[in-house]
């Protein structure tokens, strides 16, 4: 099982990136993917999670600016973060959950700074 993310680097506050992750040896559409991130000295947290079903749910920080989505037929999950703030600035890792299985791609990294 394979979790690659990518789309992570240096942007300035109010900017946007879109992050990627996709997924090589799980049946995909069977998965809950989700967003988690962790900055320095901080907990991981959940960012944004997209069930199998296609429902949302997103941290209270990040709503109206993040939008996570996903493309079953590119076993892809994306996350495009707009109006990003220096707070954003953290490592960035995708998730795949269809219990009891979870799996972690490895980060990608997110500077917002001027």
């Known amino acids: 099982v394979q979790l690659q993310a990518s789309g992570g680097g240096l942007v300035q506050p109010g900017g946007s990136l879109r992050l990627s992750c996709t997924a090589s040896?799980?049946?995909?559409?069977?998965?809950?993917m989700g967003w988690y991130r962790q900055a320095p000295g901080n907990p991981r947290e959940l960012v944004a999670r997209i069930t199998s079903g296609g429902g949302t749910n997103y941290a209270d920080s990040v709503k109206g600016r993040f939008t996570i989505s996903r493309d079953n037929a590119k076993n892809t999950v994306n996350l495009q973060m707009n109006s990003l703030k220096p707070e954003d600035t953290a490592a960035y890792y995708c998730?795949?959950?269809?219990?009891?299985?979870?799996?972690w791609g490895q980060g990608t990294l997110v500077t917002v700074s001027s």
């Open positions: 040896g799980i049946r995909f559409s069977n998965y809950a």
């Open positions: 998730n795949a959950v269809d219990m009891p299985r979870m799996y």
